[in-house]
């Protein structure tokens, strides 16, 4: 037994030959690159949404997409269910243009990755009344937590403003 027989493989695929590693086009590359960031836009509208709606700004916003949605079948849940699972549907499509355009090479470990700091892993809270929270995690329940006081504040501030008589006790005179 040679010192060569250690480096080389017992069984060597058709398709690979020794010392050639396969890297995907600039094309391919790029589409995925493209898909990826128009699903993170997407997401991030759709989250801003979301968390603008209580106000104003997302009153009118989908307002508007209501009004241009209105002729349809299903009137208005259709424009709602429209305006907020539009997107995600959207997000769907791409990802599994992404998937086919990415082939078996999504699948296959490349690298052995070093250990460092990664949100979906790294322990915020222990112990604590939902067992271990990852960093991902409790910025998603923060997020949350913001989000209700957020729609809270909105719905008090709109229904103080129906009253006049709270409205000249805290002086305020625009209606929002």
């Known amino acids: 037994m040679g010192s060569d027989s250690l480096k080389k493989p017992l069984l060597l695929s058709d398709e690979v030959e020794p010392g050639y590693v396969k890297t995907p086009s600039l094309l391919k590359s790029s589409l995925k690159w493209g ?77 052995i990755k070093k250990p460092g700091f990664r949100l979906w892993t790294f322990p915020v809270l222990v112990d604590g009344p939902f067992g271990v929270v990852s960093a991902a995690e409790f910025i998603g329940i923060i997020l949350f937590v913001v989000f209700v006081i957020w729609a809270m504040y909105a719905c008090i501030r709109v229904s103080v403003m129906d009253f006049p008589c709270f409205v000249v006790f805290i002086g305020i005179t625009q209606k929002i």
């Open 35 to 111: 898909l990826k960031l128009v699903m993170w836009v997407v997401f991030i509208a759709w989250v801003g949404l979301i968390f603008l709606y209580p106000g104003e700004i997302g009153k009118e916003y989908v307002d508007k997409i209501i009004q241009a949605t209105r002729g349809s079948v299903f009137d208005l849940s259709g424009s709602l269910f429209l305006a907020f699972s539009a997107p995600i549907l959207l997000i769907v499509i791409l990802a599994v243009a992404h998937l086919i355009i990415s082939g078996e090479e999504v699948f296959d470990k490349k690298s």
